[in-house]
């Protein structure tokens, strides 16, 4: 099985929720989800809360997505980290992409990025 | 005093699959739950074996089908795992970094990442069987 979504309308993007298991076999859908909502115009919140398992692989989809986000001006926030992603992304200093602590925060880091408008 | 937990040992063999990575996980993870290894420490060999499997299968075998092996060990106070493949040898990093690499380098942050949650990690060349490459990692019991 892969990964399950589930997303919420924001006033300007999307609030995506994530249950499963970031790994080899499952990272290559997760980037087709973010640059799915990207295509769409939206600014994507992550919410990693129910993600049980995260690794390199995880690492590389959110690195190569956050230029492409950048370089259409739109925003990608990962919100509400579980454990296994806090630990790889503090082991590994992970910064390619913000990360909030919840889901308010995560539309305060939206409201403070330049949407090139 | 000397631990009164019993020893017992298993091998795993498989071929390179990422979904089959995942049912190897689990079974690892069930092993090392079930000798009582505490639910944080389990996700840190959970997903240190998850990143040393990905580094095989990319690097090793060029992502085309290859045999890999586990072989799990339990002495009672610690969990020793040697992951070995048959493929191309990783020349590239002989070691565990130390460091963190960065992220533009020539790779080894999934080996980083698994120096830092394992208790004791290393590579070995050639694997146990004279070809390709072993990681020997180790996490105590507590």
Redesign the interface.
Known sequence: MSLAYSSENLPRGVLLHIRG?V???SARDLEDQLLHHLDQGHDVIADFSDVS?????G?HVF?RCSGIFREKHRALVIVDAS??VQ??FR???FSAVSVAMNKEEALALLRGIDHGE | MASERTPWEMTIQFQTDPETFRVVRRSITSALRTAGLSESRTLDVEVAVGEILSNAYVHAYGQKPGLLAIDLKFDGDQFVLLIHDHGKPLTAIPEIPQTLPRPTGTGGRGLYLVGQLMDAAEILHPGPTGLGTAVRIVKRLR
């Open positions: 298991e790994d080899l076999a398992y995260f690794d390199m692989s690492v690195e454990p296994v630990k790889v082991i590994i200093g």
